[in-house]
């Protein structure tokens, strides 16, 4: 009753700023932006920027991905940290005084609420891994579907839209690994995984099991059942699974292709694809019309 609604109006704001029939590329002019905006709201930092947001999540990014243990990215984390660490102090404020439905609010006016340090962690986490998500699904969704036309068409038709949603995430893993701390003695195919060990999940690989997946190499719009592993699985399993679902597979797809029913991709070969721990598209530009 209060999100729903939210996360519409804000994605009809976004697309309202759009031009008609001229090539847009959607990375910098809607993924990327709204996917911020709608976390901002969520998570409690409304005041944050579009621009601080996205900032703020590619240099996490970049720092937890920084196994070189090269200087720079980490001083870029110090600064991030120390901006995220003022505004996420300044709304916790805000939400005492007046509680919201926001992530923030709740764990502030909680009955017995965590320590500081841990609601703020929490925050950036979400900060870090939940603009990258819903802005590459975004992306690779529609990629998906400009490349297998008549998909889109049948999608179109029978309102597929989380059907097309869960392929995508599937296809490409916006989030492609995540290591996990074995707690005990595990045994897989006959490979021993001592406890303590760190070991490494490869999303990317699992949803394109042989096993389980016909042609998982291909983007299939219209797989059901599809039992992808995109969002984790377990005590881990993605926090804003449900948060992706709804803004990108229930609420812009549709809206977006409502808006600009004739939008193509006229060159699906100038979009660039990057990354392995966090994989989409670089660029999407579409004629929309």
Not at 101 to 115: E, G, H, Q, R
Not at 145 to 150: A, G, I, R, V
Not at 156 to 167: D, Q
Not at 172 to 179: F, K
Request: charged share 20%; aromatic share 8%.
């Amino acid at each position: 009753s209060v999100w729903a609604p939210l996360y519409a109006k804000l994605a009809a704001a976004y697309l309202d700023r759009l031009p008609r029939g001229e090539v847009v590329d959607l990375f910098p002019a809607l993924a990327g932006p709204l996917a911020a905006r709608i976390l901002a709201h969520a998570m409690g930092v409304p005041d944050a920027s579009d621009e601080d947001m996205q900032r703020w999540s590619q240099t996490l990014i970049d720092g937890a991905g920084n196994f070189g243990w090269t200087p720079g990215p980490f001083e870029a984390t110090d600064i991030a940290n120390g901006e995220m660490d003022k505004c996420i102090r300044a709304n916790a404020e805000r939400v005492r005084a007046e509680p919201d439905s926001s992530a923030l609010s709740f764990m502030v006016n909680a009955k017995n609420p965590i320590p500081e340090s841990q609601i703020i962690a929490n925050v950036k986490i979400a900060i870090g891994g939940g603009i990258n998500e819903p802005r590459d699904a975004l992306l690779t969704i529609l990629y998906g579907l400009f490349t297998n036309p008549d998909q889109l068409e049948a999608v179109r038709a029978g309102g597929k839209w989380r059907a097309a949603f869960e392929e995508g995430v599937r296809w490409v893993a916006p989030i492609q690994a995540s290591s996990r701390l074995v707690m005990e003695d595990t045994e897989i195919r006959g490979c021993f995984i001592p406890k303590g060990d760190t070991v490494m999940t490869i999303q990317a690989s699992a949803n394109r099991d042989e096993d389980v997946f016909e042609d998982g190499e291909n983007y299939n719009g219209l797989r059901e059942p599809n039992p992808h592993q995109a969002f984790g699985n377990g005590p881990h399993h993605c926090a804003g699974a449900h948060l992706s679902r709804r803004t990108v597979g229930d609420i812009l797809l549709p809206m977006l292709f409502e808006r600009f029913p004739n939008m193509t991709l006229p060159d699906p070969a100038s979009v660039r694809w990057h990354g392995f721990g966090f994989r989409g598209p670089l660029n999407l530009p579409l004629l929309l019309q």
